[in-house]
């Protein structure tokens, strides 16, 4: 990225363009500063459903039935040992193996950390 555009962290536009000290996007309007830029990058991205921060290697609980293929699996499933994803597949971003079901993918909004 050049040091003439920097990416909107609202709306992720990649023309973001500085008037003095401010950034603002041409697309949704958003001002922001480099450093609250920083701050943003720094916030926590993986929150169960009740905003608590998960990790690597965690124990889960999962809040809601989910349909994974011909099975269920039922509320207050719990899942051990999960692997946060650094890049979501089809918008899940655990990697887990679930007994009796296998290797599946779950959204950080359907579990809590048990």
């Not at 363009?17 to 958003?30: L, R, S």
């Not at 609250?36 to 921060?53: I, R």
């Not at 889960?60 to 040992?81: S, Y």
Request: proline share 4%; net charge negative; charged share 25%.
């Amino acid at each position: 990225m050049s040091d003439d555009t920097q990416t909107c962290p609202k709306c992720n536009s990649p023309y973001g363009y500085t008037d003095g000290q401010m950034w603002i996007c041409p697309e949704c309007f958003n001002e922001w500063t480099l450093e609250a830029q920083t701050e943003v990058a720094d916030a926590p991205k993986f929150l169960d459903a009740n905003g608590n921060q998960l990790q690597d290697g965690d124990a889960v609980t999962v809040v809601k039935d989910l349909k994974a293929g011909g099975t269920t699996i039922k509320t207050g499933t719990k899942v051990k040992k999960i692997r946060l994803l650094d890049d979501p597949v089809d918008g899940h971003d655990i990697s887990c193996k679930i007994d009796g079901i296998g290797s599946v993918y779950l959204k950080c909004s359907v579990v809590k950390k048990a």
